[in-house]
Nanobody
């Protein structure tokens, strides 16, 4: 069983930076960040394999967001730069028992942290 707790959300201005963190318990394999904007379905943002050697990003955040992990501290991070109002959403941390990437299907989910980007 893996439990996930996110933190770091908040209200920022367009163009600002924000770093989200997720603390895991148990033995998470591949991990990812998803987001859900008001009135929209949850969508993937970025993913990282167990070793941290492979990452994947959706086109809308490439070059602006960076996903990373620390397996000793069991933390997952998302550094978000050049934030836009379209990035406003609840951001969720996710984990799975598999250690590789290749699918956006994840078994374990956190409760989410709100990010609001004002223009």
């Amino acid at each position: 069983q893996v439990q996930l707790v996110e933190s770091g959300g908040g209200l920022v201005q367009e163009g600002s930076s924000l770093k989200l963190s997720c603390v895991a318990s148990g033995r998470p394999g591949a991990m990812a960040w998803f987001r859900q904007a008001p009135g929209k379905e949850r969508e993937p943002v970025a993913a990282i394999n167990w070793s941290g050697g492979a990452t994947d990003y959706v086109d809308s955040v490439k070059g602006r967001f960076t996903i990373s992990r620390d397996n000793v501290k069991k933390t997952l991070s998302l550094q978000m730069n050049s934030l836009k109002p379209d990035d406003t959403a609840v951001y969720y941390c996710a984990a799975d028992r598999r250690i590789v990437l290749g699918t956006w299907e994840y078994e374990y989910w956190g409760q989410g942290t709100q990010v609001v980007v004002s223009s």
